[in-house]
């Protein structure tokens, strides 16, 4: 069975984001994830995942106001001094918390903006940034959002992550492949196509630095859509993948109710 994250941004959110560490522990998790938790004292923080025996596994960068359009900085000619407070601040929370990964979001390419230009722009800034990371022993993980949640997302596939990644050639930028984004963009949407998901992480597995995951459609618990998680938790493990699997996704009623994917 693979190593199950929760991410705390999504889940569990019946309760103040501190309680959800011991909620959290006791629905048997044993890795937490959140998005950006720069309001709250990184020590409180540390203090509960000692408490809960919980290992801290990712946070984002941050990256901006999505009600503005702001989806990440990296990409968005410029924003550079932007994007370059934004790694300030999430490598020094993230080394204080411990943890070790970072989501780096690359932004909604600009009105009448080049496409090209957002991508040379996005590889000067995350190749800056992961030489920054590399010293304090962190990985930045490059994740492709789909365009139907995130219209203008400047990176919407594996492809085209992969040939970023490629041409910012740093060892310590991966992938972080979230099997809900990638079912829309490459899966066949509310189609039942869990081979590609699978063929993609057999492919790339030695560049994927960490795996999320919800349904579709509704990007609720798995079972409420038509991703065949059984098949591709067993695949997870048979190739040998030895990273964390995070539940990043909205729950349909109550978080503990939607469950039962941990038994499968």
């Known amino acids: 069975m693979p190593r199950f994250a929760a991410n705390l941004s999504f889940l569990f959110t019946e309760v103040p984001f501190l309680d959800r560490f011991e909620a959290a522990a006791r629905a048997g998790f ?62 020094q929370y993230a080394l204080e918390v411990g943890i070790t990964q970072l989501n780096c979001l690359a932004g909604v390419k600009p009105p009448n903006a080049d496409h090209r230009t957002c991508e040379v722009t996005f590889i000067g800034n995350v190749r800056k940034a992961a030489r920054r990371c590399a010293d304090a022993g962190l990985t930045l993980n490059i994740e492709a959002l789909n365009t139907e949640d995130v219209p203008g997302f400047l990176v919407s596939n594996t492809r085209e992550a992969m040939r970023l990644i490629d041409e910012i050639g740093a060892e310590n930028v991966m992938l972080q492949y979230d099997w809900y984004h990638m079912q829309i963009m490459e899966g066949g949407g509310r189609k039942s196509r869990t081979n590609v998901l699978a063929d993609t992480m057999r492919l790339l597995l030695p560049m994927i630095g960490h795996i999320q995951f919800a349904d579709v459609p509704g990007r609720h618990e798995p079972g409420t859509g038509g991703i065949d998680f059984a098949t591709l938790f067993r695949h997870v493990d048979a190739i040998g993948y030895q990273g964390w699997v995070s539940a990043e996704y909205r729950p349909s009623g109550r978080t503990v109710d939607s469950l039962g994917w941990m038994k499968i």
């Open 30 to 91: 044993r890795g937490v994830e959140f998005h950006y938790p720069f309001a709250v004292d990184p020590a409180e923080i540390r203090r509960r995942l000692v408490d809960f025996n919980l290992t801290p596994v990712l946070m984002n960068i941050r990256a901006g106001d999505p009600a503005q359009g702001e989806w990440g900085f990296a990409g968005i000619p410029g924003r550079e001094a932007t994007f370059r407070l934004c790694v300030t601040e999430a490598m």
